[in-house]
């Protein structure tokens, strides 16, 4: 099992950046995929990105303006967002898994979330 704990969520203008921090407990970290899901109001929870040792995945909407990067030494995951959009508005979730996948019920971890509002 592992315990996850998101920040780094706030309020942005359209085209700005933030950065989300995941620190994760557990000694077997780098054995984890680790994934970004984040959930509008009234939407279903949707996949952001993940990564596993040398692998990363993408959702189209993102591809080119987020970068999902680890650290296992210090346990910790990040979701680099630049050219921020309206339509990044959600709650960001981390989330671990055994396998990447691109829906959350590939995942059994999960934080309680962080809030992104980007206005336009």
């Known amino acids: 099992q592992v315990q996850l704990v998101e920040s780094g969520g706030g309020l942005v203008q359209a085209g700005g950046s933030l950065r989300l921090s995941c620190a994760a407990s557990?000694?077997?970290?780098?054995?984890?995929?680790m994934a970004w899901f984040r959930q509008a109001p009234g939407k279903e929870r949707e996949f952001v990105a993940a990564?596993?040792?040398?692998?990363?995945s993408y959702a189209d909407s993102v591809k080119g303006r987020f970068t999902i990067s680890r650290e296992n030494a210090k346990n910790m995951v990040y979701l680099q967002m630049n050219s921020l959009k309206p339509e990044d508005t959600a709650v960001y979730y981390c989330?671990?898994?055994?396998?990447?996948?691109?829906?959350?019920?590939?995942?059994?971890?999960w934080g309680q979330g962080t809030q992104v509002t980007v206005s336009s």
């Open positions: 557990g000694r077997t970290f780098s054995d984890y995929v």
């Open positions: 990564a596993i040792r040398w692998t990363t």
């Open positions: 989330a671990a898994g055994v396998r990447l996948g691109t829906t959350p019920a590939y995942y059994t971890n």
